[in-house]
């Protein structure tokens, strides 16, 4: 079973950087996926990258500022995350679903194990 505890999370100032984890065991075989979901807002896709890597892809918000990234070897899941703004501001989730070729766009609801989340705060 696949198992995805989210780490990274904090609070950082407008224009600044963070670096999501997700560490990830048995999820080699996964398309893997993060989201984003602020109070009193729906879940929303922001990355997805396959499992055997290829091209990323990523929403118009996340295009240009986030990058996906995966280390099968280690298990985890990356995001990082550069030019941070307010609107970024939101519990970050990792995400996994079977099989391994993510398509697009993004949705929420192909994904089949979450894990619990990590804060990012932006101010500004």
């Known amino acids: 079973q696949v198992q995805l505890v989210e780490s990274g999370g904090g609070s950082v100032q407008a224009g600044g950087s963070l670096r999501l984890s997700c560490a990830a065991s048995?999820?080699?075989?996964?398309?893997l996926g993060w989201f984003r979901q602020a109070p009193g807002m729906e879940r929303e896709g922001v990355a997805t990258i396959n499992s055997y890597g290829g091209t990323p892809y990523y929403a118009d918000s996340a295009k240009g500022r986030f990058t996906i990234s995966r280390d099968n070897a280690k298990s985890i899941l990356y995001l990082q995350m550069n030019s941070l703004k307010p609107e970024d501001t939101a519990m970050y989730y990792c995400?996994?679903?079977?099989?391994?070729?993510?398509?697009?766009?993004?949705?929420?609801?192909?994904?089949?194990?979450w894990g619990q989340g990590t804060q990012v705060t932006v101010s500004s």
């Open positions: 995400a996994a679903k079977w099989p391994g070729y993510c398509g697009s766009p993004i949705r929420a609801a192909n994904f089949d194990y």
């Open positions: 048995g999820y080699s075989s996964y398309c």
